[in-house]
């Protein structure tokens, strides 16, 4: 009898479980970000835990964190490593309007809005390198969903950062980044 109880608890719970994920559930949401380590920016991951909305689009919601703060943990206290957060820059996914999901067939369009260089450049650093950090954040977070095969990225800023401007395909980021450490 208690073997039946226990089933059929269970069971319940399970149901109960599947009909209230109604995107209001606590999940975690892995997002790459170029960190700001002394001399060198790391493409590392973040951990950010919320109500992001559905389990299911964790690639939507850790292109669009790409540029959000974090509180990394270095030996004194938490501070915001993010040096594309630091710098301004900002990440907005392009809605197909005809769709629940932000895709365009398999294509996900992204804008990343970089503000002016004087405000990127860092330590002697060339301005286009933190562009093309934050690009490869971007490419890795989207290829985290299978159905994005492409990312339309386009790069609002001075014309310096129109080379950013390309359909990139997701298929070589779906393992991590191609370069991890910037400069290099």
């Known amino acids: 009898m208690r073997v039946l109880v226990a089933v059929f608890t269970v069971g319940f719970l399970l149901v109960l479980g599947i009909e209230s994920g109604s995107g209001s559930e606590l ?9 700001d380590i002394e001399n ?14 559905s389990p299911y ?28 957060f630091k710098a ?10 005809d769709s629940e ?9 992204v804008v990343l809005t970089v503000p002016g260089h004087a405000a990127a450049a860092k330590k002697g650093w ?7 950090a934050t690009t490869q954040c971007i490419l890795v977070n ?13 790069v609002e800023g001075r014309t310096g950062y129109a080379r950013f401007n390309h359909v990139y395909s997701t298929s070589r980021y779906r393992h991590g980044p191609v370069k991890r450490v910037y400069p290099e």
């Open 126 to 132: 060339p301005d286009t390198m933190l562009v093309a």
């Open 57 to 84: 689009n964790n690639a939507f919601t850790s292109v669009r964190m790409t540029c959000d703060s974090n509180d990394v943990l270095p030996p004194y206290a938490p501070s915001n490593r993010n040096r594309a």
């Open 27 to 35: 999940v975690a949401v892995e997002v790459l970000q170029p960190i």
């Open 40 to 53: 060198v920016v790391v493409l590392s991951a973040v951990t950010y835990v919320g109500y992001f909305g």
């Open 142 to 154: 989207a290829a985290q969903d299978t159905a994005v095969r492409f990312v339309d990225l386009r």
């Open 101 to 109: 999901r932000p895709l365009f067939g398999d294509t996900m369009r």
């Open 88 to 97: 301004g820059f900002g990440v907005r996914v392009v809605a197909d309007d």
